[in-house]
T-cell receptor, first 114, second 112 residues
């Protein structure tokens, strides 16, 4: 079975400061990894994904994430946040083979302070 | 390219009533998912279809929830009878292989 742990339920950060949202996963096989963003009263939107290849993945809105297999982590980073980045962020994992059941973490609420 | 369409957007019912949600995935996406998202929690997979076959329904409460995917395209999720704890947002998503999930706007269900 696969699982995802997002240790921080809320992360407050000042505008234009850097931010890192942490994600650790557990799986006995090769995985795909994803970050999604959910703005208030909206569905989830894919930010970025790791399937294979380069461990540093760049996504939309200036976000990036690094896959670290030895630490089973996939932390999300942005060098300078904006007010508009205030949202909830979900890390997700699926097996790279089979029917790709996608399991989500519990989410991290990013609050950008003006 | 049209996104994942869901309806209705909101639904309020009383406990023990029935309710149905509809989803139209992105054209060509073989995999369709229904997730339940309770306030303050991450999405929980209820059922996953590959074309019109079920590949995972291990977390679907089968005594009250049912789902079908007609001709491998549209899907409906039904709850009968509803309980208070079913209050949640029901998200439909679709994907092509390795592409990540594309979500609809969801249906917010309130059971009174």
């Amino acid at each position: 079975a696969q699982s995802v742990t997002q240790l921080d339920s809320q992360v407050p950060v000042f505008e234009e400061a850097p931010v890192e949202l942490r994600c650790n996963y557990s799986s006995s096989v090769s995985v795909y990894l994803f970050w999604y963003v959910q703005y208030p009263n909206q569905g989830l939107q894919l930010l970025l994904k790791y399937l294979s290849g380069s461990t540093l993945v760049k996504g939309i809105n200036g976000f990036e994430a690094e896959f670290n297999k030895s630490q089973t982590s996939f932390h999300l980073r942005k060098p300078s946040v904006h007010i508009s980045d205030t949202a909830e962020y979900f890390c997700a994992v699926s097996h790279s083979g089979g029917y790709q059941k996608v399991t989500f973490g519990t989410g991290t609420k990013l609050q950008v302070i003006p | 390219e049209a996104g994942v369409a869901q309806s209705p957007r909101y639904k309020i019912i009383e406990k023990r009533q029935s309710v149905a949600f509809w989803c139209n995935p992105i054209s060509g996406h073989a995999t369709l998912y229904w997730y339940q998202q309770i306030l303050g929690q991450g999405p929980k997979l209820l059922i996953q279809f590959q074309n019109n076959g079920v590949v995972d329904d291990s977390q679907l409460p089968k005594d009250r929830f049912s789902a079908e995917r007609l001709k491998g395209v549209d899907s409906t999720l039904k709850i009968q009878p509803a309980k208070l704890e079913d209050s949640a947002v029901y998200l439909c998503a679709s994907s092509s292989r390795g592409g990540g999930l594309f979500f609809g706007s969801g249906t917010q269900l309130s059971v009174l």
